[in-house]
């Protein structure tokens, strides 16, 4: 390896139906199922997944690799200006990251990939998540047995995790309690309806509580969803901006998942420009809103960028990539033991390829997540190997990743 630099109960009558009617209609926007946490951590864990199979060599291409042009053909890149050291360079759609990297606060780890060896997308996002070492032999995520691990917000009642989405994703699904927030669809609820509702749920405790942290929760999340129509990542933006403000307050969630889809570039991938540039500006600009927005919980956070494999090295018959192996996976923040690259380099050689086609793992993503989770959360190493990620014991926690115990 080198481096370099549960659902509540009812209640009854026709009070119920009309509460019940009021919840579905005017308030739907007002009540994510994420309630505020007496957090029992201080460090800010991001867990950003890239759904779709990221193409690590555009992402950061291994330019200085004898045959990286060659391989790449026209997806090789020419604008290498972002470079980290005489090997490996930025996608010239990072430049935010690029200037974290300079504050070492960015480290990129490449040739990297979970166990799995198919090219399933649906396969291949299950074991990144439930992460064991076989598709669907988990009805849990790593994420959410992690959390049974930690030490427990002050209530029962509070979560010290959220997903960032409409539905949990499988990496946080489990026994221990977490939450949800999710932009609405719907125009927000003007001062004097949400007043109204709040008059309607003062008679019932539990419809009141519910509610009163639904707005804690938009209070901390509110000014973040404008523009996001015109980002390729749909709005990631706005979401980087909520997801800061949650993780940011006093009394918020610690750890939080984001999905991003799009990043399946079978055809007209694009180089220096194109779709997938789009999409990795659209990232990068999504990342500084998140780096911004955490405002001083920066310094405590540490942000995981991965994907659940890569893409082939050579370009297809449609000018993009097809389902690969190994790829690329990015940790920034503040707390982020940064300025490097942490990579053991197979080469682009058609010999040194994986069945001949895809770049060769040398570096299991589950070393990284182990590092991470140990040095920056404070977890158990025996917990990480006996109970988060069983049967891996070869894959040794990566040292060196944070600057937080």
């Excluded at 026994?175 to 019932?204: E, K, M």
């Excluded at 420009?273 to 999504?286: E, I, K, T, V």
Aim: charged content about 20%.
């Amino acid at each position: 390896m080198s481096q370099s630099n549960p659902t509540p109960a009812p209640i009854g009558g026709t009070r119920r139906r009309f509460l019940q009617g009021v919840m579905a209609g005017a308030a739907i926007n007002l009540l994510p199922r994420f309630a505020v946490a007496s957090a029992a951590i201080d460090a800010r864990l991001v867990l950003v997944i890239l759904r779709g199979a990221l193409d690590g060599l555009a992402a950061v291409p291994a330019y200085g690799d004898p045959v990286y042009a060659v391989q790449r053909g026209e997806l090789a890149l020419s604008d290498l200006q972002l470079r980290l050291n005489d090997l490996f360079a930025l996608n010239p759609a990072f430049t935010h990251l690029y200037e974290r990297y300079r504050a070492r606060e960015l480290t990129v780890l490449h040739a990297v990939a979970s166990p799995y060896r198919e090219r399933s997308h649906f396969d291949g996002q299950d074991l990144l998540e439930n992460g064991t070492t076989q598709p669907m032999s988990a009805r849990d995520g790593w994420l959410n047995r992690l959390l049974r691990t930690l030490p427990s917000p002050a209530s029962h009642t509070e979560e010290l995790a959220v997903a960032i989405a409409q539905n949990i994703p499988l990496v946080l699904r489990g026994a221990a309690r977490v939450g949800s927030w999710a932009p609405s669809q719907l125009p927000p609820a003007d001062s004097d309806t949400l007043q109204r509702i709040a008059d309607l749920y003062s008679v019932d405790p539990l419809l009141s509580q519910r509610l009163q942290s639904a707005l804690a929760a938009n209070d901390m999340a509110s000014g973040g969803m404008s523009g996001g129509l015109r980002d390729p990542l749909g709005q990631f933006n706005g979401v980087a901006r909520a997801t800061g403000r949650l993780l940011s307050a006093q009394h918020g969630a610690r750890i939080a998942v984001i999905e991003l889809n799009g990043w399946d570039t079978h055809a007209n991938q694009g180089a220096d420009a194109g779709q997938l540039f789009n999409r990795l500006q659209a990232l990068d600009r999504g990342l500084e809103t998140l780096r911004t927005s955490l405002d001083a919980a920066w310094s405590k956070t540490a942000i995981m960028v991965v994907t659940e494999f890569g893409r082939t090295v050579a370009v297809n018959g449609t000018r993009g990539t097809d389902h690969g192996t190994a790829t690329c996976a990015l940790l920034v923040g503040g707390a982020v033991a940064g300025g490097k690259v942490i990579a053991d380099w197979p080469g682009l050689a058609k010999s040194a390829l994986y069945q001949g086609r895809d770049l060769q793992p040398t570096l299991d993503l589950r070393s990284v997540f182990k590092g991470v989770l140990t040095q920056h959360l404070g977890a158990s190493p025996r917990d990480l190997e006996q109970q988060v990620f069983p049967d891996s014991r070869a894959a040794k926690p990566l040292a060196g990743l944070t600057r937080m115990a």
